[in-house]
Nanobody
Framework: QVQLVESGGGLVQAGGSLRLSCAVS????????MGWFRQAPGKEREFVAA????????YFADSVKGRFTASRDNAKNLGYLQMNSLKPEDTAVYYC?????????????????WGQGTQVTVSS
């Protein structure tokens, strides 16, 4: 079993920045790819970013490319999502998730474990 806990959400003005953290426990963190998803009220959960187990590759949704970066520290069992130039449309609950084997990074059902989510609100 793997437990994930997100932190770092909050209220920020448009153009501002936030860094989300995802603390992982229970299994060897470096065995898992990590994904970030978000869900706004009335909308489906959507892919935001993913980072491979080594951190060597990252993937981003077109809507956040150039503004968000993903990183991880396997020694500390932490993953990060740095969000810059935030827009009101980035407002959502953000989730981190762990993927053990293969699967499509972009699809929520590929992931084995999920955090509880953290609210990000961007005011205009």
């Amino acid at each position: 079993q793997v437990q994930l806990v997100e932190s770092g959400g909050g209220l920020v003005q448009a153009g501002g920045s936030l860094r989300l953290s995802c603390a992982v426990s229970g299994r060897t963190f470096s065995n898992y790819a990590m994904g970030w998803f978000r869900q706004a009220p009335g909308k489906e959960r959507e892919f935001v970013a993913a980072i491979t187990w080594s951190g060597g590759s990252t993937y981003f949704a077109d809507s956040v490319k150039g503004r968000f970066t993903a990183s991880r520290d396997n020694a500390k069992n932490l993953g990060y999502l740095q969000m810059n130039s935030l827009k009101p449309e980035d407002t959502a609950v953000y989730y981190c998730a762990a993927l053990r084997y293969g699967g499509d990074y972009y699809t929520p059902r590929s992931y084995n474990y999920w955090g509880q989510g953290t609210q990000v609100t961007v005011s205009s």
